[in-house]
């Protein structure tokens, strides 16, 4: 996609048609302007027609309030959020440790993903080694 950019041979004037006021200047600097445009466009597109990967943060909710509805509220609000989003992309992945697994998956419908998507397996990674706590991707369609 870029390799056209890489390949454009416009030059800038030098010497004297260099000066801002002369036609030489303003045409080299109208060109550069265009290119510039036109990449924000093919970024533009390119950015569009990416997947997009949806993670719902890891929910921590403090011993003596749990099982009041608190986590169940919060990632209710934020699937919801979501699902009524204009973004692309309905999959939402989550990370949990072994013991929230179960609760994710009978409280709001995820299942374990085995395939894991690159930009969450360093997460994961990083996670089981400073935690040792095996955390687990989860996904859910919406």
Request: overall charge positive.
């Amino acid at each position: 996609m870029w390799q056209e950019f890489d390949d454009d041979e416009t030059e800038f004037p030098n010497g004297f048609a260099s000066l801002p006021w002369t036609k030489e200047y303003r045409d080299a600097s109208q060109a550069a302007s265009d290119r510039i445009k036109q990449r924000e466009r093919k970024l533009e597109v390119e950015l569009q027609s990416r997947p997009k990967i949806w993670q719902l943060s890891i929910v921590y909710v403090v011993p003596k309030y749990r099982r009041q509805g608190i986590g169940s509220s919060l990632v209710n609000q934020v699937m919801r959020r979501q699902a009524t989003s204009k973004q692309r992309g309905r999959d939402v992945y989550a990370l949990a440790s072994a013991k929230t697994i179960q609760w994710m998956e009978k409280q709001f419908g995820f299942a374990v993903e085995d395939q894991i998507p690159t930009s969450l397996s360093m997460e994961i990674n990083i996670g089981n080694a400073v935690k040792r706590d095996d955390k687990v991707c989860l996904r859910k369609t919406l």
